[in-house]
Every structure is written in structure tokens, then in C-alpha cells.
């Protein structure tokens, strides 16, 4: 049976072809993205400090931006993709250090809470079925009765409260301690974004905890049963480790690295520039034929002709007056409703329906009068239309 992470179903869920490619056809990829660089590195430099901090050792700021920089220089290589152009790796690895001494400053000499464990691994399972996953905690502490589920959060972007609520991961993994440990009652889950020095905290309930539960047997069983793996385009896309697999990104891959000659003149781009070329004229086209249309109705006006002659073409134009009746919440539509129920048409026309009542004032059964009053709180609407025919070999 197999075993499902946060990770993985969230890979189904942002994009189902990278699923498919990823953990069904188990194509890896050596390519990482420097943000994720740079949060693997600091994590490490996190669970070095706790781990330390359990052997009654706190370590300094130096301490830690030793281990960071060692680290850092020790694994960096230049297949890590820097998608950001306008940021160096060094900016990425100060940020880094930012980051640590923010939380550093915030948490030393981190004795406020007892850490259980660092890294710690955790299996559990859901539904009747037994569907196992697993994960990976970045941190579990304790503070008097409550059990805090840590999460180091290097992200840009800093999320709602509400967002922090709804989030699956640290509460698939409360799920995995209080298996592991049924005792414990009270968790705390929380997210420290270190780029903010923000922490999010969320208690989840009972019921929270159920739903999620379902939530989770829903999802793999719709993994398990899937037969198609569709892209899936969102701003990840260009973090993403197949483009050249991937028919919404394959092109940009394949172009990519031409030199600028050999990109015009590849065939796909030539396609698209001349088709976006014909789009332009098209719409200055279509604009030039709205405006000699506005020419062609004020000249058919001002001299009373229904049919213009060209050389080889002629014109007819076709007026069309409508009737318009107030509509909910035009002026003139109580008046309207007024002389509708005191004439007894209420139930006729649905309730003052427009469609029905313009219906009934085409035909016969009202009486004058009431057309007439009914008339007279609406507009009339003027519509054209223009038939091109060939002239016909007498018109010539």
C-alpha cells in the first residue's frame, strides 16, 4: 500500500501532471529552485541549534551563522535555479542570515519550551481503509500541557490567519503524534515566518480534525482512481523541474536557449508572431467597419433611402423599433406594476415578466387604452442591420 506525504498530494493538487511524472513515472530531476536551497538550509541550521540546546549547549549567533555558511557553500552548485534574474545567490544566503538572526534575537537562549524532537519522522493512518502517510515535523516541543507542532516557514509571503486555519499539513500531523501518543489532548500548531519574525499559531477542534480526516480519504482515493493527469498552469509553473514534458511549457523550453535569428525563425514562433499580427489588423479592421456603418446609417437617414448603390455592391438597411418597459429597478417600473394588478393581468404576464408583457401588448386581447398607458412608460429602442449583397446585373 503505498504511503502519501502532505508534498505529494499537494503536487496532485497544484498541478496533476507533475504528480504523474514525479511519483507514477518516478521521473526525478536534479534541478532546485534557491528558494527551496535556502530553506533546507536553514532548517538545518534550526535543527542544529535545538538538537544543541538538548545537550544543555546554547549556541551563539556566530555559532549558527558558521554552520549556515558551511553548509551553504558546501552543497551550493550551479544547477540551483535562480528564477528571480534580478537577485545573486548572495542575496539569497544574507537573507538567509536575516532570517536567524531575526529568530535568534526572538528565542535564544531557547529554553522556553521542552523540544521532544527535531526532524521528527511521522506515520499515521486515515479511513476505513487504512490509507497510511507520513511526515516529516520540523520541530516538537512542550510547554506545560500543550504539545507544539513547529514549522519553519521561509516563504515571501506571509499568510492570513485565516489561511494559517485551513492549512492541511501540521494538522495531518497532530493526527500522526496523538496516534503515536494518545494521551495528549492540547496542540498547538505554528508556523514561524522567518522573513516577517511573524509567528502564526492555529488550535484545531475536534470536529476540525474529522472533517480533515474525510478530507484526506477523499483526496487519495481521487489520487488512486485518477486515469488522467492534466497540466495545470499557475505561477509555480516556472519553478517546475519538466517543462520539457509538460505541453503547456514545452515550447518555452524548446526555444529557450536559440540564439535571437534562430528564434524568429523557428517555426512555432513565426506562426504565433504573424497570427498576432493579423489579430492586430483584424481589430483595426473591425474598428474601421463600425465606423463607416455609423456613416452608412446617418447617410441612409438624411436621405431617406433604404438602399445604397456602390460599384459592384449596394447596401440595404433594415430599422428595427422596440419597445423597452421598465425593468426592476428603472424609474417608471412601480408605475408600471400598478397598472398591471389593477388591470387583473398579474398571473398573465408571470409576475410582470417583460418578455410576457411585450408579447401581450403585440397581440389583440388588450384593450387600447391600457396599451396605450402601458406604451407610454417605456422607450423604444432602435437596432439596424446592414445586408452586403452583389448588385444584380440590371442594377449595374
Known amino acids: 500500500m503505498p504511503v502519501y506525504s502532505h508534498s505529494q498530494l499537494g503536487t496532485y493538487e497544484q498541478c496533476p501532471l507533475k504528480y504523474k511524472l514525479n511519483y507514477r513515472d518516478k521521473i526525478k530531476r536534479d534541478t532546485k529552485g534557491v528558494e527551496a536551497y535556502l530553506g533546507t538550509i536553514v532548517h538545518d541550521t534550526l535543527q542544529k541549534c535545538y538538537d544543541d540546546a538538548k545537550q544543555a549547549k546554547t549556541d551563539t549567533l556566530e555559532d549558527l551563522f558558521d554552520f549556515y555558511s558551511q553548509h551553504w557553500q558546501k552543497n551550493w552548485n550551479d544547477s540551483i535555479l535562480i528564477v528571480r534574474k534580478e537577485y545573486t545567490a548572495d542575496d539569497y544566503f544574507n537573507r538567509g542570515k536575516q532570517m536567524l538572526t531575526g529568530y535568534y534575537n526572538r528565542y535564544a537562549p531557547f529554553d522556553s519550551d521542552i523540544t521532544i524532537e527535531t526532524e521528527m519522522f511521522t506515520t499515521f493512518e486515515v479511513g476505513e481503509s487504512k490509507h ?17 507542532i513547529h514549522d519553519y516557514k521561509t516563504s515571501s509571503h506571509l499568510p492570513s490567519q485565516a489561511e494559517a486555519d485551513a492549512d492541511r499539513q501540521l494538522a495531518m500531523y497532530q493526527i500522526g503524534i496523538r496516534q503515536k501518543w494518545p494521551h495528549i489532548k492540547n496542540v498547538e500548531l505554528i508556523w514561524h515566518y522567518l522573513a516577517f519574525d511573524e509567528d502564526l499559531i492555529s488550535v484545531r477542534s475536534e470536529d476540525s480534525i474529522s472533517n480533515l480526516r474525510s478530507d484526506l480519504v477523499e483526496l487519495i482515493e481521487q489520487v488512486e482512481n485518477a486515469v ?22 514545452k515550447h518555452f523550453h524548446m526555444v529557450e536557449p536559440l540564439p535571437p535569428e534562430q528564434f524568429l525563425s523557428e ?6 508572431n504573424k497570427y498576432a499580427g493579423l489579430k492586430e489588423k483584424e481589430s483595426e479592421i473591425k474598428r474601421e ?20 448603390k456602390g460599384s459592384d455592391r449596394k447596401i440595404k438597411v433594415k430599422f428595427n423599433h422596440k419597445l423597452k ?11 408600471l406594476d400598478k397598472i398591471i394588478q389593477e388591470n387583473g393581468m398579474w398571473n398573465e404576464v408571470s ?46
Not at 418597459?325 to 408605475?335: E, H, M, S, T, V
Not at 389583440?364 to 446592414?386: F, M, V
Open 325 to 335: 418597459l421598465p425593468g426592476k429597478n428603472d424609474p417608471g417600473r412601480a408605475d
Open 267 to 272: 517555426t512555432g514562433v513565426s506562426l504565433v
Open 289 to 308: 467597419i463600425e465606423e463607416i456603418k455609423e456613416s452608412i446609417l446617418s447617410y441612409v437617414k438624411q436621405e431617406g433611402v433604404e438602399v445604397v
Open 228 to 249: 488522467d493527469f492534466p497540466p495545470k498552469e499557475s505561477a509555480l509553473c516556472n519553478w517546475c523541474e519538466y517543462p520539457d514534458l509538460c505541453p503547456l511549457r
Open 132 to 148: 497510511k502517510l507520513r511526515g516529516f515535523i520540523d520541530r516538537l516541543s512542550r510547554k506545560g500541557d500543550i504539545y507544539q
Open 351 to 396: 409576475q410582470l415578466d417583460i418578455s410576457s408583457l411585450s408579447k401581450a401588448l403585440q397581440g389583440r386581447a388588450l384593450d387600447e387604452t391600457l396599451k396605450n398607458r402601458i406604451i407610454e412608460l417605456g422607450t423604444t429602442e432602435e437596432s439596424s442591420t446592414i445586408y452586403l449583397s452583389k448588385l444584380k446585373e440590371q442594377e449595374k
